[in-house]
């Protein structure tokens, strides 16, 4: 059975930093990606990274403050969040693929993981 375990989220300030967590069990998938729920918004996605090649796609409202890796022999993806901000303020999530995707086409999702950003 799959299941995607997010951590690292919590409340700091802004211009702080904090690094997600997301433990994959059961495979290696080929794209992970991170999302973004904000109460009373859609879900935004922010960025993913294939396993192979080190493709990573970002949405522009993150680029440069935000970068997904990945360890494929732990099955684990991460983001590094810095600079953050309040409206960075938002339920994170980790989604999975097994196949090449960006923004839309994951199958299997996390439960989410709290950010909230003061200022």
């Known amino acids: 059975q799959v299941q995607l375990v997010e951590s690292g989220g919590g409340l700091v300030q802004a211009g702080d930093s904090l690094r997600l967590s997301c433990a994959a069990s059961?495979?290696?998938?080929?794209?992970m990606g991170w999302f973004r729920q904000a109460p009373g918004k859609e879900r935004e996605f922010l960025a993913c990274?294939?396993?192979?090649?080190?493709?990573?796609v970002y949405s522009d409202s993150v680029k440069g403050r935000f970068t997904i890796s990945r360890d494929n022999a732990k099955k684990t993806a991460y983001l590094q969040m810095n600079s953050l901000k309040p409206e960075d303020t938002a339920t994170y999530y980790c989604?999975?693929?097994?196949?090449?995707?960006?923004?839309?086409?994951?199958?299997?999702w996390g439960q989410g993981t709290q950010v909230t950003v003061s200022s």
């Open positions: 990274m294939w396993r192979s090649g080190g493709i990573r």
């Open positions: 989604a999975a693929s097994d196949t090449y995707v960006q923004r839309l086409g994951y199958k299997y």
């Open positions: 059961g495979r290696t998938f080929d794209t």
